[in-house]
């Protein structure tokens, strides 16, 4: 099993800055995809960001595109998700999740195996 841990999170003004953790367990955190996902209050859980196991290649979602940037340390064992020009409407719980590497990619899909307890991002008008 892979334990997935979210941090970062909390309350930010409209076009501020916040930058999510996941830190995951494992000795081979470098051969999984990981995922960033969010729902809001009375929404379905959506992507938001994901990235290839080696860290080449990432892929966002059209309404986060050229605010939120996908990272990840493999010799932390952590993922990242800087958020800058934060809006309201990214009110979320934020979720990360982990998969192993395959040959489908990018994976927008909540088929990902792994999933942290998510944290809260509150955006303020």
């Known amino acids: 099993q892979v334990q997935l841990v979210e941090s970062g999170g909390g309350l930010v003004q409209a076009g501020g800055s916040l930058r999510l953790s996941c830190v995951a367990s494992?000795?081979?955190?470098?051969?999984?995809?990981m995922g960033w996902f969010r729902q809001a209050p009375g929404k379905e859980r959506e992507f938001v960001a994901c990235i290839t196991g080696s860290g080449g290649l990432t892929d966002s979602a059209d309404f986060v595109k050229g605010r939120f940037t996908i990272s990840r340390d493999n010799a932390k064992n952590t993922v990242y998700l800087q958020m800058n020009s934060l809006k309201p409407e990214d009110t979320a719980v934020y979720y990360c999740a982990a998969d192993k590497d395959s040959s489908s990619w990018p994976i927008r899909s909540l088929s990902y195996s792994y999933w942290g307890q998510g944290t809260q991002v509150t955006v303020s008008s």
């Open positions: 494992g000795r081979t955190f470098r051969t999984y995809a």
